[in-house]
């Protein structure tokens, strides 16, 4: 029986290590004079006294990973380094992507702990002042973490990846967080920021998609709305009494003074929602992909909605604006692409003096409404949104199906048709005259767009991420250089470029080739797949101007057609005619 007890707590002496060390650059020494076995047999490791670089590599070692990401025998879980020192030393313990890093004094180094997978429990030393770039990242099994005190700077990426730990404190010591410092964290729920805290990058906690509740203490003067909106968990954002720049009010963010609203969370529990009778604006991204909200009611007192305020509110079915709101920002009341949203009717009061373009990009409202007295803007019967005297064409619906432009319209304005999809051809008349910016910007469902004779000005990037775009028919037989963007027609997305082909007036086809708009200089490319000229253009004008007159095309057998086909083809429209055309084979 003796012999069996003795053989257990000899087991635990190998398993469990207490190490003390006098010299830096000595840990690995010190540890085979307690046991040849001790570096890969110990699971629970305490360690007193200084360490370098050196030394930690070594730690890592026993943790069961060597390098940057080579597994060992280490089989570490649980690390206790609250009573060590970290000496600085000129000996590289570590490269990252062709930077070397040194150890300096009281800093946990960059990488010290990196892809230390199997450590499960760790104390950080008491001393240290900075924790430093990925120092702890992809630590995946580690549960809990304490900052100690004494720590004033937290490195980029220092806790990425540590997706076992569900809440964080900063203490009010930390002053500097650097990019990133808490990002991909997939089980953090919880994060409480301390006092010294003063600036939130934009992606401080980018990934962490079940964090539920922010805390940030009294120092905070500047925060990146964009750290919101990648939370699609949140439901709480609070701030301590005696900030001076910030509040919160039921978990949503504020100016301290109740001037804006900065933030409400993605998943907050308050779906209908009265804005404060102080408010004044509605901030940057404040609603960004708030997906369960289903109303707002807007106070008297507010007078701006902010570039992509509620953007993504798929819910969001109803919304009373204010009869004193005088500016709604670009995509304010935008969708996401591919997203329906519930919101169907929105009533733009006599207030507004501004509409931004892209406000409404993406979006599916059928229902747009401008109040009769307001001076500045009109819509019409599909909720279509033009300027008062309807010569600018402001946003056409992306479910709007086929749409026929007033005759009143002079300019189609930037982002107009932006996520279109309601109609495969879309015609701009001959008393078109500009075209703006991003106007065809991802229409998903448009294969044809005709360029009537006016265009005489067009913006940039006018059909960029069109992916079914297959045919520009472009009737203007010239257009002057100052009245064209350099980029017209590039598709970054190269959905357009490689599939598109331009048919332009017989004989033209050799000026549009290397025209400024249609030709990039700077990619020496014509920025369209190909080019051909029109075999009877007044045919394919006369076919696509009728939206509103013509009822269907028949091939030379009386077959109904999609489309105009090679060969013979009849047009009928609403009042009788019938118009014969003859299209010829490529």
Same mark, same amino acid.
């Given at each position: 029986?003796m ?9 635990? $002496?190998?398993?469990? !290590?207490?190490v003390?060390v006098?010299v ?6 010190t540890? #085979?004079?307690?046991?040849?076995? $001790?570096?890969?047999s110990?699971e ?7 360490l370098?670089?050196?030394?930690? /590599?070594?730690?890592?070692?026993m943790?069961?990973v060597?390098?940057l990401n080579?597994p060992?025998?280490?089989k ?14 000129d ?16 800093v946990?180094?960059a990488?010290f702990?990196y892809n230390? =997978?199997? %450590?499960?429990e760790?104390?950080?030393?008491f +001393?240290?002042t900075e924790i430093?770039t990925?120092a702890?990242?992809?630590? =995946?099994? !580690? ?10 700077s ?12 569900q ?7 930390v ?8 990002q991909?964290m ?10 010294g805290?003063?600036?939130?990058d934009?992606s401080?906690?980018?990934?962490d998609?079940?964090l ?7 120092? @905070?003067?500047?925060v ?5 909106y990648?939370?699609p968990?949140l439901?709480e954002?609070?701030?301590?009494d ?9 978990g949503v963010? #504020?100016? *301290?003074?109740?001037d804006?609203?900065?933030s409400y969370?993605r *998943?907050? %529990? ?18 960004y ?6 109303s707002?009611?807007?106070?008297e007192?507010?007078? *701006? ?5 509620f /953007?993504?509110?798929?819910s969001?079915?109803?919304?009373n604006?204010?009869p ?6 670009f995509?304010?009341?935008?969708a ?6 519930a @919101? ?9 003096e501004m509409?931004?373009?892209g406000?409404?990009?993406f979006?599916?409202i ?10 500045y803007f009109? $819509? ?14 402001? +946003? ?6 086929e749409?026929?432009?007033p005759?009143?319209v ?7 048709y ?9 015609y ?10 991003h ?11 005709t360029f ?10 006018v ?8 045919k520009?028919y472009f009737?203007?037989t ?7 963007a350099?980029?017209?027609?590039l598709?970054?997305?190269g959905?357009?470029i490689e599939?598109?082909?331009?048919y ?7 000026y549009y080739l290397f ?9 020496e490319s ?7 000229e /029109?075999?009877?253009?007044?045919a ?9 007159n013509?009822v269907?095309?028949?091939?030379v ?5 999609p489309s105009?086909?090679?060969g013979?083809n009849?047009f ?5 005619k019938?118009?014969k055309?003859i299209f010829?084979?490529?």
């Amino acid at each position: 029986m003796m012999l069996a007890v003795v053989s257990v707590f000899t087991l635990k $002496a190998q398993n469990q !290590l207490f190490v003390e060390v006098e010299v830096p650059g000595t840990l690995e020494q010190t540890v #085979f004079q307690i046991s040849d076995s $001790a570096k890969y047999s110990t699971e629970s490791m305490k360690i007193v006294g200084p360490l370098n670089g050196v030394d930690m /590599m070594f730690v890592r070692d026993m943790c069961g990973v060597k390098g940057l990401n080579t597994p060992t025998e280490g089989k570490v879980t649980s690390l206790d380094l609250s009573d060590v020192e970290i000496y600085s030393s000129d000996e590289v313990y570590m490269s990252f992507y062709g930077t070397s890093f040194t150890t300096q004094d009281d800093v946990f180094g960059a990488g010290f702990l990196y892809n230390c =997978r199997n %450590l499960q429990e760790l104390s950080l030393p008491f +001393s240290i002042t900075e924790i430093d770039t990925l120092a702890l990242a992809s630590c =995946r099994s !580690l549960r809990e973490i304490e900052i100690p005190f004494t720590v004033t700077s937290i490195g980029y990426g220092a806790f990425v990846g540590c997706d076992n730990i569900q809440s964080i404190n900063v203490p009010n010591s930390v002053v500097n967080l650097e990019v990133g410092a808490f990002q991909q964290m997939l089980g953090l729920e919880e994060i409480s920021l301390g006092n010294g805290i003063e600036t939130i990058d934009n992606s401080l906690l980018m990934g962490d998609e079940n964090l539920r509740v922010i805390h940030f203490g009294d120092g @905070l003067q500047k925060v990146d709305p964009v750290v919101f909106y990648t939370l699609p968990a949140l439901e709480e954002i609070n701030v301590v009494d005696g900030n001076l720049q910030f509040c919160s009010v039921d978990g949503v963010l #504020f100016t *301290a003074s109740m001037d804006t609203l900065v933030s409400y969370p993605r *998943a907050s %529990l308050l779906t209908d929602y009265d804005v404060d009778p102080r408010v004044r604006h509605i901030g940057k991204f404040a609603f960004y992909n708030a997906a369960a909200i289903n109303s707002v009611t807007m106070p008297e007192s507010l007078e *701006a909605i902010d570039s992509v305020a509620f /953007m993504g509110c798929r819910s969001l079915s109803v919304v009373n604006l204010n009869p004193t709101l005088k500016r709604i920002a670009f995509g304010a009341f935008g969708a996401n692409l591919g997203d329906e949203q519930a @919101l169907q009717e929105l009533v733009i009061p006599a207030s507004v003096e501004m509409i931004e373009p892209g406000a409404f990009l993406f979006n599916t409202i059928f229902g747009l409404q401008v109040d009769e007295a307001n001076p500045y803007f009109a $819509a019409d019967e599909q909720g279509a949104l033009y300027d008062k005297q309807m010569t600018k064409l402001l +946003s056409v619906p992306a479910m709007a199906g086929e749409f026929a432009i007033p005759e009143t319209v002079k300019q189609i304005g930037d982002y107009a048709y932006a996520g279109f999809c309601g109609s495969p051809v879309v015609y701009l008349p001959d008393y078109v005259e500009a075209v703006g910016d991003h106007v065809f910007a991802y229409a998903f469902g448009v294969e044809q767009i005709t360029f009537g004779k006016g265009v005489s000005s067009i913006g940039n990037a006018v059909v960029e991420g069109c992916e079914s775009l297959q045919k520009v028919y472009f009737f203007p037989t010239q257009i002057d250089d100052e009245n064209i963007a350099p980029l017209a027609f590039l598709d970054e997305t190269g959905g357009v470029i490689e599939q598109c082909t331009l048919y332009v007036q017989p004989g033209t086809s050799e000026y549009y080739l290397f025209k400024k708009g249609f030709y990039a200089e700077e990619y020496e490319s014509f920025l369209f797949a190909d080019i051909q000229e /029109m075999d009877d253009p007044d045919a394919v004008k006369e076919m696509v101007n009728s939206t509103d007159n013509l009822v269907e095309v028949f091939d030379v057998m009386g077959r109904k057609s999609p489309s105009v086909q090679p060969g013979l083809n009849i047009f009928r429209y609403k009042d009788g005619k019938a118009v014969k055309k003859i299209f010829k084979r490529d």
